[in-house]
């Protein structure tokens, strides 16, 4: 297994409780499976209109693998400006 | 040229203009985002804003590239605060110059959208019947 921090800002770090939080994964896991992950230990991200995943500071993609030692940030909707 | 920032002091209308004015240029567009003091019909009484500083340079810096190679522009400036905003308070500078003024309004206007939509910036409102991330929830 790889072990992963994710980073929380806003609406994230208030259902987490924390400005980070450490998951399991095995090895070849997908930023998509890491979303599940996510849903699964915090349902209350289900009732955010929806939330990305940043992967070393960009938007990353479903498909994408997950590496050890990335930087994977959860994105709630944002709302700058 | 392009000039990001996120700062957590007030940001000056003065330095963005100055960043982008150039002899060749005719026509300077500036767009101030400001908090108001109301939003879905309920009074706001302050901001507060959370950053992921090193993505959101980035997209920000991603955004200025984008709209140097869109519109005919020379220069292009974002600007952002962070931290506690009181009503009045510049929360956003987008500063671009051009030769002609065409493309320095439709290019600024464009910045602030797209910064709207992906840069990782949040805003909390705090109004009388709570405090609220905006957008977050349905």
């Keep these: 297994m790889i072990n992963h921090t994710i980073l929380t800002f806003a609406a994230a770090r208030e259902i987490v409780g924390a400005a980070s939080f450490k998951t399991d994964l095995a090895p070849g896991a997908t930023v998509s499976d890491l979303r599940a992950r996510i849903l699964e230990a915090y349902p209350a991200f289900g009732e955010l209109s929806d939330f990305a995943i940043a992967r070393n500071e960009a ?20 709302s700058g400006g | 040229m392009i000039d990001v920032q996120i700062s957590d002091q007030p940001l000056s209308i003065d330095t963005c203009y100055n960043t982008v004015q150039d002899p060749s240029c005719g026509g300077i567009c500036l ?22 500083d090193g993505m959101a340079l980035k997209e920000m810096r991603k955004i200025g590239e984008e709209v140097l190679e869109l519109y005919d522009l020379k220069s292009v400036v974002l600007h952002h605060r962070k931290g506690a905003l009181d009503i009045g308070d510049v929360a956003v500078i987008i500063a671009v110059s051009s030769v002609h003024r065409k493309a320095a309004f ?12 992906r840069v990782p910036i949040w805003k909390k409102e705090f109004r009388g019947d709570g405090s609220f991330w905006i957008n977050a929830r349905p």
């Excluded at chain 1, 938007?59 to 944002?78: C, F, H, Q, R, T």
């Excluded at chain 2, 767009?31 to 992921?52: A, K």
Aim: glycine share 8%.
């Design chain 2, 106 to 117: 439709a290019g600024c206007e464009w910045v602030i959208d797209r910064l709207k939509e």
């Design chain 1, 59 to 78: 938007y990353a993609l479903p498909e994408e693998v997950l590496v050890e030692g990335d930087e994977l940030v959860i994105i709630p909707p944002v």
């Design chain 2, 31 to 52: 767009f101030v985002g400001t908090i108001r003091n109301h939003n879905q019909g309920e009074d706001v009484s302050r901001l507060e804003f959370d950053s992921y």
